[in-house]
């Protein structure tokens, strides 16, 4: 056993200093790649500047030479020509030369920009550049450092001869660059401080100039002197457009690159400076071994801990899968508690229903009444399921983060109480449950999401008729706050009541959970509906409180700010969303009123319960089975509403209704369009809103919702 811990510990020695090893290799590596990069960089650089500088002055010379052979060689009209050019403000800081000067065919320089028409011409037969000048023409040849003529300053010469129109040779521009204008130019290009250019004549291997961020050098060449390894690689032959390069990082610390330049016999090399080079190798290498020291230490902490965390891995999968396990249990008895609802709600509707069918009263009133009080219940278990389905989606859309209020308006707040409590009395009646109401005289319209308010009274409501015990009281309290401009709803029952961590699980949708065995009524809760409550009053910028006691009752408080302007809901109107919700007479159409109206939908059972809702009217209805049979009907019929279910064979609804848009644009008319889905959800929405339709009817609807939305688009009072 010993053996075998010495050769693991031989073992983990060798991968240490291997890696060690090969890591500081890979350092060398990605230093002297940076340092190439830099070097790179500031080589392009400069060829760039000297080869433009170069490009243009020539172009600018023979730009000149045309005007001088224009000028007959004239001496004064060619001064004239070489002073306007030297004195152009914008040449002489765009480029280093720092003269110009005209040479007749015998190489002597009688005119000059500087000093004008020389009296004593200057010869320069003996510079290379005009003996090349002199053979061909409209060539810019660039000559050996010398000192200028005329400015006796350190210069690299260069020329373009002029030719007649026989081919005969009559003079030279030459002009020249000062050498010293040239290296700072170069200094200000140069990016790393690190980097020195060097730059060569090529014929001789002759050192020009030294440019670097702290200094320049420049002389004549006998008394400049450049690194011998440096000029070692300027005299050996290689391609224009090769960079030759020197990399040695670890003994002599020497990094640089050359490059010729043929076409101007130039050679540029770009030198990093080995002081830096030492010590940001070394720099480099004691922040890594700290690194790798660090990390070392790290993953020998880390093994340790993997041996010691493996028991404490297992017992947590063995936590998890056991959590899992009871998740899944409470999910399947969650949706045993809602199947059951839902049957419930299913199996009176049928039950209900298949009453009616086979009621053989043969005394009519006692069987009138039978149906009415049938179809009541039905309509009551109906709203019942549809409210319970809505709180499940609502409750889904909570768990994505995707609920959302939808169109708000200025609802009456004591109306839409009074409608709850009348649409549940069928639930509280049969238990005596006295309902009291302390409203305040006058209370304000609340702007919100009438859909989802109904849903957070209704919730909160029915919570209170279900627990609370026979002859109990629930009382509900309405005040408005004028002072903090708010609306404040109190629901208070003298139930079971509940103890904080109850509270707290039904908050987070686990009603269910709670024991109420003792409880004397029987009610199989979902306990959705206080999460969905809370979300939907926080969505309209409420505040909701719940006190609760066991065996003493709970209070719900709700505040509610009301925003923009105070409206108060209008006096002395028949109330047609409460006393007379089964009542024709106040709230139907006028029945002279006649219109004509396009129903297209695929489900025979929803245009039969569209026209028995409007069948009190002289409305003309006309159905269509899909989109396509609705446009071909649009476009032979004059309609005045047309009413299109989204989701239909072969054309849907919102397709049809682009459609029926465009051609009531060709033929420059208008139509209110209608549109009816069970889907409410935002996409569906944004989709109707994006074709521009203003009119949308959610199923299921009722009579009610179907005359105020006729009442708005005919502007019916």
């Keep these: 056993m010993k053996k075998f811990h010495h050769v693991t510990s031989l073992i983990l020695i060798v991968l240490f200093f291997t890696t060690t090893i090969l890591l500081f290799l890979r350092l060398f590596e990605i230093r002297k790649q940076k340092i190439v990069s830099i070097l ?112 006796q300053k350190w210069m690299i010469p260069g020329g373009v001869g002029v030719f007649n129109k026989k081919g005969n040779y009559q003079g030279s521009t030459v002009i020249g660059f000062e050498i010293e204008i040239l290296a700072k130019l170069i200094q200000k290009n140069i990016v790393n401080p690190n980097v020195r250019v060097l730059v060569y004549k090529s014929t001789g291997y002759i ?30 032959s290689f391609d224009d457009n090769q960079v030759k390069s020197h990399i040695e990082l670890i003994f002599d610390n020497k990094v640089f690159l050359v490059k010729k330049i043929s076409e101007y016999d130039l050679t540029i090399a770009v030198e ?32 340790v801990l993997i041996y010691k965390k493996e028991n404490f891995e297992k017992n947590t999968i063995i936590s998890l899968k056991e959590m899992a396990e009871k998740n899944s249990n409470e999910k399947t008895n969650l949706m045993r508690v809602i199947s059951h609802d839902l049957r419930n709600y299913i199996s009176s509707i049928y039950s209900l229903s298949d009453l009616i069918l086979t009621d053989n009263s043969k005394d009519d009133n006692e069987k009138l009444n039978s149906l009415l009080k049938c179809c009541k219940i039905i309509k009551f278990q109906s709203n019942e399921m549809l409210n319970f389905v809505h709180d499940l989606l609502d409750v889904n859309c909570i768990e994505k983060a995707s609920i959302n209020l939808g169109r708000l308006e200025y609802c009456d707040v004591v109306k839409i109480i009074d ?130 006691q066991k065996n003493v009752g709970t209070k719900v408080k709700l505040w509610f700010k009301l925003e923009g302007d105070i409206v108060f809901p209008e006096k002395n109107l028949i109330n047609c969303e409460l006393s007379n919700i089964f009542n024709d007479d106040d709230c139907h159409i006028k029945q002279e009123d006649k219109r004509k109206i396009l129903i297209a939908d695929d489900e025979e059972i929803n245009i039969l319960v569209f026209k028995q809702i409007l069948r009190k009217t002289k409305y003309q209805i006309i159905s269509a089975k899909n989109g396509l049979e609705a446009i071909n009907l649009v476009k032979e019929n004059k309609f005045d509403l047309i009413v299109l279910d989204i989701r239909m064979p ?68």
Aim: aromatic share 10%.
């Design 207 to 236: 050192p020009i100039l030294l440019s670097s961020v702290n200094k320049i050098l420049f002389n004549r060449y006998e008394d400049l002197h450049f690194d011998d390894k440096i000029y070692e690689y300027v005299k050996t």
């Design 272 to 303: 990093y400076d080995s002081n830096a080079i030492r010590s940001e190798l070394w720099n480099s290498i004691w922040s890594r071994s700290i690194e790798f020291i660090v990390i070392a230490v790290i993953c020998c902490v880390i093994i």
């Design 40 to 151: 790179s960089l500031d080589l392009v650089r400069a060829e760039r500047l000297l080869v433009d500088n170069f490009n243009h002055t020539g172009s600018l010379i023979k730009n000149i030479n045309m005007q001088i052979i224009k000028s007959s060689f004239d001496k004064n009209r060619i001064n004239q020509i070489l002073f306007k050019f030297k004195t152009n403000p914008v040449l002489s800081e765009t480029f280093s030369w720092t003269f110009f000067s005209w040479a007749d065919k015998n190489d002597d320089i009688i005119v000059d920009a500087e000093f004008g028409i020389l009296k004593n011409p200057i010869n320069i037969s003996s510079r290379d550049y005009i003996k090349l000048a002199k053979n061909i023409d409209n060539i810019f040849y660039i000559g050996m450092p010398v000192i200028g003529s005329t400015s």
């Design 419 to 548: 409608r709850m409590i009348y649409l549940n009395n069928n639930l509280s009646k049969p238990y005596s449950l006295k309902i009291v109401k302390t409203i305040d005289e006058v209370i304000p319209k609340l702007k919100c999401d009438r859909v989802k308010f109904k849903q957070i009274l209704d919730n909160i409501f029915t919570n209170s008729i279900k627990y609370t015990n026979q002859n109990g009281e629930i009382n509900i309290t309405v005040k408005y706050l004028k002072d903090s401009s708010q609306i404040y709803i109190e629901i208070a029952d003298n139930g079971i009541g509940m103890d904080e961590i109850e509270v707290d699980e039904a908050l987070k949708g686990n009603a269910h959970k709670i024991d109420k065995n003792h409880f004397s009524k029987k009610f199989d809760s979902h306990g959705i509906g206080l999460p969905l409550v809370k979300k939907l009053v926080e969505l309209h910028n409420g505040i909701i409180v719940i006190e609760s």
């Design 650 to 717: 072969q054309m849907d609804g919102l397709v049809a209704s682009k459609i029926i848009k465009q051609h009531f644009t060709e033929i420059n008319s208008s139509v209110p369009i209608i549109v009816v889905s069970a889907d409410d959800s935002i996409d569906v929405k944004q989709q109707i809103i994006e074709l521009e339709i203003n009119y949308f009817l959610n199923k299921p609807y009722t009579k009610e919702m179907v005359f105020n939305l006729l009442k708005e688009i005919f502007n019916i009072k």
